[in-house]
């Protein structure tokens, strides 16, 4: 209850929309893009599920590190942070774009004052011929925290595969949390874990 969730390229809100309904106590939806015809698009689909979502017009697409600050100035993330943040990513980018992307959400889902440790969650999907390059990239901004030490971690149960329109496609799954404390050496976790039986946002 009271977590905020983002789409930083919410384009038709169809992911925000089933965010919407798989966290129903969630205390704001918010959606952002640059295709103001998108916009008006998810506004209607939310409309027509009766899904409550914020959502602005970004001035340029992501990685952009104002929109950042954005971010952080709306009302309903002052003082907090985003607890998820789910997307579907540009198709057939390369790893440094999803690199940076990864790197300015990440910083979104730690508190500004960095007291609250809890960490948040993605639900990235993209592409499965560019998966492998997603993996890379959260592989190597593990460890780059502002101010601290930022770990991503993924479970093997966390990422599936699906149909996306007429795409081939995968959903992933990945934990995020900061800690004051430098952990060197530290990457991600790709394990099978036990604990985690199943597909789970």
């Known amino acids: 209850p009271g977590d905020v969730v ?3 390229a919410c384009k038709r809100g169809t992911l925000l929309i089933e965010a919407a309904k798989y966290w129903p106590l969630a205390h704001a939806f918010i959606g952002m893009d640059t295709n103001i015809g998108h916009l008006e698009h998810a506004r209607m689909n939310a409309d027509s599920t009766h899904t409550c979502l914020s959502l ?3 001035q340029r697409p992501w990685p952009a590190s104002f929109q950042t600050k ?3 100035r709306e009302e309903n993330v ?3 942070r985003v607890h998820k943040l789910v997307t579907c990513l540009d198709f057939g980018r390369s790893q440094h774009f999803y690199q940076s992307c990864l790197e300015e959400w990440s910083q979104l889902m730690v508190s500004e004052d960095k007291t609250d440790h809890r960490g948040g969650r993605m639900v990235l999907v993209v592409d499965r011929a560019s998966l492998e390059k997603l ?3 959260i592989y190597e901004v ?3 925290g502002t ?3 930022l770990s991503l971690s993924l479970f093997a149960s966390h990422v599936r595969c699906l149909a996306w329109g007429n795409e081939r496609a995968a959903i ?3 934990q995020v949390s900061w800690t004051d404390r430098e952990t060197p050496g530290a990457r991600p976790t790709f394990v099978k874990d036990p604990r985690v039986g199943k597909f789970d946002w």
């Open 70 to 72: 954005h971010v952080r």
């Open 142 to 144: 593990s460890g780059n």
């Open 6 to 8: 983002l789409d930083p």
């Open 78 to 80: 002052k003082k907090k």
């Open 56 to 58: 602005w017009q970004q």
């Open 172 to 174: 992933v799954v990945v």
């Open 147 to 149: 101010g601290g030490w």
């Open 135 to 137: 993996l890379k990239a």
